[in-house]
């Protein structure tokens, strides 16, 4: 081998080793980062849990709900399906909302009517159909890296961070614009703000009191502020987290008149 090919091995085994280490060093993609928020905040396989909805204004409290939460993963696209069964109050007890692909139905069991409603309607204070359904964001939204910085989480300390631009990949989806901020060491998620079409800023999201259910530290209260009045505040509380068998047929509008409220106990 002559001298001046062991160079040239060497150099280009220098420079294979030089484009390795880059790539090792690359920022990290900003749609897997999307999908490792997901995994923190989704479990990933069918489970219920009960959503608490407190709405405040001028720091007193005006209005409250209590939502029976069933989500399953569609295989096919990865994306959650939902039911949600009105626990409390007592007015609103055995109401649904049936989530299934973009398809969104509200059903009212004194009326036995199911009418098609969207995810950007208001459900309780800020919480909009949509806040309250369980969402891979990754699925809906494509991401890009906005910057990286330091901000305050919703319990006041300071977190290095990513925020990431999402722009919602079709119409179908609550919100047209997110800003959302993602704890750099573990793709938790710290904060969010959302837009509407016309750009305008809906309301901003505190996502905090991280305990550990189903196997993963995940948040357990969303904190949810106007976008004009900043004392207009929505508090949502997740509990009683659990694994569960979430049976094909209740993701069917026709079947909501037939569910029974003790199949989900």
Known sequence: MSRIRRASQSWGLGLLCLTMAQLSWAAPSAQALLAASDAVRNPDQSFGLINNLI???????????????????DRKTGQFRNLIRFVAPQRDAGKLLLKNGNDLWFFDPSSKASVRITPQQRLLGQAANGDVMTVNLAGDYDASIGAEEEIQD?????????????????????????EYWLDRNNSRPIKAKFYSNSDRLLKTAYYRHFQ????QERPTETVIIDGLDPKWITVMRLSDWAY???????????YLPRFNPEQAQ
Request: net charge positive.
């Open 154 to 178: 919703g319990e006041r300390q300071k977190r290095a961070s990513y925020r990431l631009d999402l722009t919602a990949k079709n119409n179908e989806v609550t919100y047209h614009r997110i």
């Open 55 to 73: 709405e405040y204004r001028d720091g007193k409290q005006i209005d409250s709900s209590t939502l029976a939460v069933y989500a399953r993963a």
């Open 212 to 215: 550990t259910s189903l196997g």
């Open 244 to 254: 569960r068998e979430v049976p094909e047929s209740w993701f069917q509008r026709d």
